[in-house]
């Protein structure tokens, strides 16, 4: 059902009222603003309720064909031997890497250098968790189900 709410106003009587250029010219301006201040740094420091830890490997009910392979980790200790340990099979998996737990997009930067090809991303570690029933890392996701 269509609601009809009176006449039907032209909009340049509006446009009469308001310097159109001026706005076009001040948004855009203020868009060019924010683009040059803009800086991944806005996203940090990363947090999750999730923590460094160990982790019961779990197989999916069911083979998942659509889950690319990906991992998740934090800025701590374990994070990284447990990724120095794992590195020739992500590489071999094309995991990508998702970091929950950073200070600084600085230390996700150096993250890529060091192991380089895989492909480092930061993320919100509780809706991954909450998705997997998952409050440890780190662990890897593949078809077959998660793993640490």
Same mark, same amino acid.
């Given at each position: 059902?269509?609601?009809?709410?009176?006449?039907?106003?032209?909009?340049?009587?509006?446009?009469?009222?308001?310097?159109?250029?001026?706005?076009?010219?001040?948004?855009?301006?203020?868009?060019?603003?924010?683009? /040059?201040?803009?800086?991944? @740094?806005?996203?940090?420091? +990363? *947090?999750?309720?999730? &923590? =460094?830890?160990?982790?019961?490997?779990?197989?999916?009910?069911?083979?998942?064909?659509?889950?690319?392979?990906?991992?998740?980790?934090?800025?701590?200790?374990?994070?990284?031997?447990?990724?120095?340990?794992?590195?020739?099979?992500?590489?071999?998996?094309?995991?990508?890497?998702?970091?929950? /737990?950073?200070?600084?997009? @600085?230390?996700?930067?150096? +993250? *890529?250098?060091?192991? &380089? =090809?895989?492909?480092?991303?930061?993320?919100?570690?509780?809706?991954?968790?909450?998705?997997?029933?998952?409050?440890?890392?780190?662990?890897?996701?593949?078809?077959?189900?998660?793993?640490?």
């Amino acid at each position: 059902m269509i609601a009809v709410i009176g006449e039907t106003i032209p909009t340049e009587s509006y446009y009469e009222l308001i310097d159109v250029e001026q706005a076009r010219q001040s948004f855009s301006l203020n868009l060019n603003n924010y683009r /040059e201040n803009f800086t991944e @740094e806005a996203f940090f420091p +990363l *947090s999750t309720s999730m &923590s =460094p830890g160990q982790l019961d490997s779990r197989e999916f009910r069911e083979k998942q064909p659509r889950v690319t392979p990906f991992v998740v980790i934090g800025q701590d200790e374990l994070s990284e031997k447990w990724l120095t340990y794992r590195y020739d099979e992500l590489v071999k998996m094309k995991a990508v890497v998702f970091v929950v /737990e950073a200070s600084s997009f @600085e230390f996700i930067r150096g +993250l *890529s250098s060091r192991f &380089s =090809p895989l492909k480092f991303a930061p993320a919100k570690g509780d809706a991954i968790g909450e998705a997997l029933n998952v409050q440890t890392y780190p662990f890897m996701v593949n078809q077959n189900g998660v793993w640490q």
